[in-house]
């Protein structure tokens, strides 16, 4: 079946330029992630959607990004006034619950801020 | 201290050989745990959960040591193909779904 789905596959954008990258999970799966992975670096939790519960944003490193979760299915998450630090592969993770740790991984956006 | 320590490796062995890798944990009252593989520019994919009594798949065996806080890889006759980094997962437990991922170790086979 079809797996988790991410785009754009690669983002180049202008420092201060807002961007939004979208996910799409695996049908059925309740259970949404965000994560960050800097070049060489490990994953960095960014934010978690369990279902209709208040998304768990203790991630998220400032006010300028944000994700939402349209009808229990795709994802978006938005960087405004994006700075270079900024770059990094961006991953979403869609598992079923409640075995929420099972998770399944998207391709990732690679994002650059030039 | 981190929550999920690994050595990043590289680790260089030839093909064939045993390799073995551990993680720590700081949290005692982790409950669940897990290894991921990552190819180079790929995602990471689930190896295998990691029980109590430990489990093997095949030429991978995983274990937990409690006690130390601790929880090993071991991969058997390695081939080229096992060349990645390998992620340790911890889950806290108690209802809490989100789970910490490691920086990884990488492993590079040689023929």
């Known amino acids: 079946g079809a797996g988790v789905s991410q785009s754009p596959s690669n983002k180049v954008t202008e420092k201060g330029k807002d961007v939004e990258l979208r996910c799409d999970p695996i049908?059925?799966?309740?259970?949404l992630y965000w994560y960050r992975q800097s070049l060489g670096q490990g994953l960095e939790f960014l934010i978690y959607f369990q279902g209709n519960s208040a998304p768990d944003k203790s991630g998220l490193p400032s006010d300028r990004f944000s994700a939402e979760r349209t009808g229990g299915s795709v994802s978006t998450l938005t960087i405004q006034r994006t700075q270079q630090e900024d770059s990094a592969v961006y991953l979403c993770a869609s598992s079923p619950s409640p075995r929420a740790y099972e998770q399944y991984f998207g391709p990732g956006t690679r994002l650059t801020v030039t | 201290r981190k929550e999920v320590e690994q050595d990043p490796g590289p680790f260089n062995v030839p093909e064939g050989a045993t390799v073995a890798f551990n993680c720590t944990y700081s949290?005692?009252?982790?409950?669940?745990f897990f290894w991921y593989r990552q190819d180079c520019r790929k995602e990471p994919k689930l190896l295998m959960s990691v029980y109590s009594s430990g489990n093997e798949d095949g030429r991978f065996t995983a274990q937990l040591n409690r006690a130390s806080q601790y929880i090993s890889l071991l991969i058997r006759d390695s081939k080229l193909s096992d060349s990645a980094t390998y992620l340790c997962v911890v889950n806290r437990g108690g209802g809490y779904q989100k789970v910490t991922f490691g920086t990884g170790t990488k492993l590079q086979v040689i023929p």
């Open positions: 949290n005692s009252a982790s409950q669940s």
């Open positions: 049908s059925g799966h309740t259970a």
